[in-house]
């Protein structure tokens, strides 16, 4: 089917469901959204051109139509579908069971949860066969990657659809064929972020020194290869003997460190309260989020030079 009659719907507005559906949109798929929000709903097309115009497109929005209800989407002609509402099981739960009454029987049913498997997302319904992870990271429109998550009842012939329909998007779709929290790139993100913020915690390193620590070495290296075949260069012998010594050393903490939830108690959570690690004001976020839009902006362009996008 062209491009210009497939047919998506994105359940949710924010953050994360604007550069899904301007994902959608760049590639000229027409693109229903549901929030309940009339501000939400009002925002959108300003929202989506922006990421459009981030992405190298055109602000055209003309694909977009906004509903305050499910029911309200043009169900008979959806083909793929992604819920993007708050990290809330419940609301996730209840979305889920109306929407297996409303979309046809070969559309898929995805969720961008970054927490919650969705074999609990679907449990007990009656086609959890087509229905599957979908892990966006942010910004959606410009990370390249998706996690398409299986549980074990997702049928494996929509899973690969699922990722055919994601590259055919401009996306790196990877199958994730086990429904583990976190899937992949949280539980790997996960396992670094835990060193750092005890590093940080033990006085060991400032967050400066260990944000440039991860850009400047081996996080330097993971734009031309990830861990696994950076090893295949350097050595399994060499990793295999420095495991033995520092991998008994590093944190095996269950939880997060006293610093992470000092910070949180105090309301020092980043650019939403313009303190965190670090202290911002409207034009340092501007100027950071610029200056980080274009870095990832450079990366897209070595991989697609690489022929990886």
Not at 12 to 39: C, E, N, Q, Y
Not at 154 to 175: C, F, H, N, T, Y
Request: glycine fraction near 10%; charged fraction near 25%.
């Amino acid at each position: 089917m062209p491009q210009s009659e497939r047919h998506a719907l994105v359940v949710g507005g924010g953050t994360m469901g604007v550069g899904i559906i301007a994902m959608f949109l760049a590639h000229g798929w027409k693109t229903d959204v549901v929030s309940r929000s009339a501000s939400t709903r009002d925002g959108l097309p300003e929202a989506c051109g922006r990421a459009l115009a981030a992405m190298g497109k055109p602000a055209d929005t003309s694909g977009l139509a906004t509903y305050a209800t499910l029911p309200e989407a043009t169900w008979s002609k959806i083909d793929v579908v992604v819920e993007t509402v708050t990290e809330d099981l419940a609301l996730k739960q209840k979305l889920f069971a109306e929407m297996e009454g409303l979309a046809l029987p070969g559309a898929a049913i995805t969720s961008n949860s970054s927490s919650f498997p969705i074999s609990e997302i679907a449990k007990g319904l009656k086609s959890q066969g087509r229905m599957l992870g979908l892990h966006f990271f942010m910004p959606a429109h410009l990370i390249p990657l998706v996690e398409v998550v299986r549980s074990v009842h997702s049928d494996v012939k929509q899973a690969e659809r699922l990722g055919e329909i994601m590259s055919s998007l401009g996306k790196r779709p990877v199958q994730v064929k086990k429904d583990v929290i976190g899937f992949l790139g949280n539980r790997i993100q996960g396992a670094l972020m835990r060193e750092a913020l005890w590093l940080i915690e033990q006085g060991v390193a400032s967050p400066e020194d260990i944000d440039a620590t991860v850009r400047l070495s081996f996080g330097f290296r993971y734009a031309a290869a990830g861990p696994i075949v950076q090893k295949e260069h350097s050595g399994w012998d060499t990793t295999c003997a420095v495991a033995k010594i520092i991998w008994p050393d590093l944190s095996n903490a269950k939880g997060p460190p006293p610093v992470l939830q000092r910070n949180v108690d105090e309301g020092r959570i980043g650019f939403k309260t313009k303190r965190g690690f670090f202290e911002w004001n409207d034009e340092s976020i501007a100027k950071e989020r610029a200056r980080y839009e274009r870095a990832l902006r450079k990366c897209l362009e070595i991989f697609r030079e690489e022929g990886i996008l």
